[in-house]
């Protein structure tokens, strides 16, 4: 079947998927939009639907749990694309490669291969394809080479190619630069997907990119090779000055006269360039303008961070950091990918640069510098969270189920109160009947925080009022929170349905024993 042999090329991690919900798109024709992760098998309605346009469009995690692939690709996120110029310099030389039309117009850049590979080798071709084919920071799937399973993570989907078939606009290009039908995909692939031993035996020639700004923005070198473009003349120059500024601090004024009579078209008034020189020359005014145009078409932030005379001139090279996961349990739960590393963070963690860089430490044995916290806001923070991709977590980490286990725990797996009054020695009471239990609050908030639960006590309250009908259980749990007479006092107690003991636990959470 057609679907059959599609699911079988674009296999990856099985346990999850990606969807990406559409917005409104940017001023750069970049679709804005909300990419998230479900957790859940990958069904054959989901691989039929893709191709058939039904629902959402089907994002696949090209890693597997045991950090194989057996596809890859370069996104090329720019837009207006020449993809048949793309195609000839790939078949010149000589990789096995097929371009497809992403969803935003730009390319998905594909290696195929017959077999899973590890995921390391995978990425390195393709970093190293990038750069040969002038695509140098270009995002590389699959993003992770290893992935922390058993920690919950799931790696980075890619949007797959074929939504639609017959109709969309997402489809592979044959070497004419015509769109291919999924038959002549198939075809492509069958002639240029490659075994692990002919991907090992791809020899790439390093060759020196001549970079009209040499280490300076990677924005600044793409703009030079296409064209600054005329209404952003102004702003251009200014950020060239800003490079001149800082990699020839004795002739920056003249190279900036240079660089404007050779790149901007037309060159801009010299009245206008004196102006700018004179700017530039303000303390504290001499820095990048990454933010307009025609700068911010082009950015590549993460990239510009390891340049000399990139962003961040003067300090310490920070490594790129990749993608970003939250997976959006109670706390959330954060991963990202620093240098070759994978490390799992806590929410003040991703916020703080001092916390961040300790974290770093901890888990890569990476030293790395630390911004200001409005350079780290700025630069790092607010880039990571543009690309954001969200997990639902799983059903047993639900805050919700989590409770609900606790609870179940707290009543009826334990030490019970034999008498109303033992509430005070911080102990559950259900009455004769079995019918309701009753409890402080504190006690059992308490006993929560010894196993783990790191939700405070006010929304701690708040779940377990939640447990109702209402919220899809089938019978409430809880009923009240009431005040009783007990020894002429009236502590308030939660009242809730006695639960039924079982001999596991719901709960993932591992209990620590009470000392009575």
């Given at each position: 079947?057609?679907?059959?042999?599609?699911?079988?090329i674009?296999?990856?991690?099985?346990?999850?998927?990606?969807?990406?919900?559409?917005?409104?798109?940017?001023?750069?024709?970049?679709?804005?939009?909300?990419?998230?992760?479900?957790?859940?098998d990958?069904?054959?309605?989901?691989?039929?639907?893709?191709?058939e346009?039904?629902?959402?469009?089907?994002?696949?995690i090209?890693i597997?749990?045991?950090?194989?692939?057996?596809?890859?690709?370069?996104?090329?996120?720019e837009?207006?694309?020449?993809?048949?110029s793309?195609?000839?310099?790939?078949?010149?030389?000589?990789?096995?490669?097929i371009?497809?039309?992403?969803?935003?117009?730009?390319?998905?850049?594909f290696l195929?291969?017959?077999?899973?590979?590890?995921?390391?080798?995978?990425?390195?071709?393709l970093?190293?394809?990038?750069?040969?084919?002038?695509?140098?920071?270009?995002?590389?799937?699959?993003?992770?080479?290893?992935?922390?399973?058993?920690?919950?993570?799931?790696?980075?989907?890619?949007?797959?190619?074929?939504?639609?078939?017959m109709?969309?606009?997402?489809?592979a290009?044959?070497?004419?630069?015509?769109?291919?039908?999924?038959?002549?995909?198939?075809?492509?692939?069958?002639?240029?997907?490659?075994?692990?031993?002919?991907?090992?035996k791809?020899?790439?020639?390093?060759?020196?990119i001549?970079?009209?700004?040499?280490?300076?923005?990677?924005?600044?070198?793409?703009?030079?090779?296409?064209?600054?473009?005329?209404?952003?003349?102004?702003?251009?120059?200014?950020?060239?000055?800003?490079y001149?500024?800082?990699?020839?601090?004795?002739s920056?004024?003249?190279?900036?006269?240079?660089?404007?009579?050779?790149?901007?078209?037309?060159?801009?008034?010299?009245?206008?360039?004196?102006?700018?020189?004179?700017?530039?020359?303000?303390?504290?005014?001499?820095?990048?303008r990454?933010?307009?145009a025609?700068?911010?078409?082009?950015?590549?932030?993460?990239?510009?961070?390891?340049?000399?005379?990139?962003?961040?001139?003067?300090?310490?090279?920070?490594?790129?950091?990749?993608?970003?996961?939250?997976y959006?349990?109670t706390?959330?739960q954060?991963?990202?990918?620093v240098?070759?590393?994978?490390?799992?963070?806590?929410?003040?963690?991703?916020?703080?640069?001092?916390?961040?860089?300790?974290?770093?430490?901890d888990?890569?044995?990476?030293?790395?510098?630390?911004?200001?916290?409005?350079?780290?806001?700025q630069?790092?923070?607010?880039?990571?969270?543009?690309?954001l991709?969200?997990?639902?977590?799983?059903?047993?980490?639900?805050?919700?189920?989590?409770i609900t286990?606790?609870?179940?725990?707290w009543?009826?797996?334990?030490?019970?109160?034999?008498?109303?009054?033992?509430?005070?020695?911080?102990?559950?009471?259900?009455?004769?009947?079995?019918?309701?239990t009753?409890?402080?609050?504190?006690?059992?908030?308490?006993f929560?925080?010894?196993?783990?639960?790191?939700?405070d006590?006010t929304?701690?309250?708040?779940?377990?009022?939640?447990?109702t009908?209402?919220?899809?259980?089938?019978?409430?749990?809880?009923?009240?929170?009431?005040?009783?007479?007990?020894?002429k006092?009236?502590?308030?107690?939660?009242?809730?349905?006695?639960?039924?003991?079982?001999?596991?636990?719901?709960?993932?959470?591992?209990?620590?024993?009470?000392?009575?």
């Amino acid at each position: 079947m057609i679907m059959d042999k599609f699911k079988s090329i674009f296999l990856g991690l099985e346990i999850a998927y990606g969807q990406y919900q559409p917005g409104e798109r940017g001023e750069n024709g970049k679709q804005k939009g909300k990419a998230f992760i479900v957790r859940g098998d990958v069904t054959n309605d989901l691989w039929s639907n893709h191709l058939e346009g039904k629902g959402a469009a089907l994002g696949i995690i090209p890693i597997t749990k045991d950090n194989t692939c057996r596809w890859g690709c370069i996104d090329i996120d720019e837009y207006n694309f020449d993809h048949l110029s793309l195609i000839k310099s790939i078949r010149k030389l000589n990789l096995p490669l097929i371009v497809c039309r992403s969803k935003s117009g730009g390319a998905h850049v594909f290696l195929f291969t017959k077999e899973n590979i590890p995921a390391s080798l995978m990425q390195s071709k393709l970093k190293q394809m990038s750069v040969i084919l002038g695509y140098e920071g270009s995002e590389i799937f699959p993003k992770q080479t290893e992935i922390l399973v058993d920690r919950g993570d799931t790696g980075n989907f890619l949007n797959l190619p074929y939504f639609n078939e017959m109709k969309g606009l997402r489809y592979a290009f044959n070497d004419n630069g015509s769109a291919a039908s999924l038959e002549e995909f198939y075809k492509l692939y069958d002639l240029l997907a490659c075994g692990r031993q002919e991907v090992e035996k791809i020899e790439i020639e390093e060759k020196k990119i001549e970079e009209a700004f040499s280490g300076g923005p990677p924005c600044l070198n793409k703009l030079a090779s296409i064209g600054f473009g005329e209404g952003s003349r102004n702003n251009a120059l200014f950020n060239i000055a800003v490079y001149y500024k800082q990699s020839k601090p004795d002739s920056w004024e003249d190279e900036i006269v240079k660089a404007n009579m050779k790149y901007m078209e037309p060159p801009l008034s010299n009245n206008e360039v004196q102006q700018l020189i004179k700017s530039v020359s303000r303390k504290g005014y001499d820095k990048y303008r990454c933010k307009d145009a025609p700068i911010n078409s082009v950015c590549q932030a993460g990239l510009c961070r390891t340049k000399r005379f990139g962003v961040g001139y003067g300090e310490e090279e920070m490594p790129i950091l990749g993608s970003l996961t939250k997976y959006t349990s109670t706390p959330p739960q954060w991963f990202l990918d620093v240098g070759e590393t994978r490390i799992e963070l806590k929410s003040e963690q991703i916020y703080s640069p001092n916390l961040f860089a300790l974290a770093c430490l901890d888990q890569a044995n990476l030293i790395v510098p630390i911004p200001k916290p409005k350079d780290w806001k700025q630069h790092f923070l607010k880039p990571m969270m543009r690309d954001l991709q969200e997990v639902e977590p799983l059903e047993s980490l639900n805050p919700m189920n989590e409770i609900t286990g606790l609870l179940q725990d707290w009543t009826t797996n334990r030490q019970s109160a034999r008498t109303l009054d033992d509430v005070f020695n911080k102990l559950p009471y259900t009455d004769e009947k079995r019918e309701f239990t009753y409890f402080r609050m504190e006690d059992f908030y308490n006993f929560c925080k010894r196993n783990h639960w790191e939700v405070d006590k006010t929304k701690t309250g708040n779940l377990l009022k939640r447990l109702t009908i209402k919220e899809g259980y089938s019978e409430d749990i809880f009923v009240e929170e009431e005040r009783v007479r007990i020894k002429k006092q009236q502590p308030r107690l939660i009242k809730i349905k006695t639960m039924k003991q079982t001999e596991a636990s719901a709960s993932k959470v591992a209990y620590q024993q009470e000392d009575f």
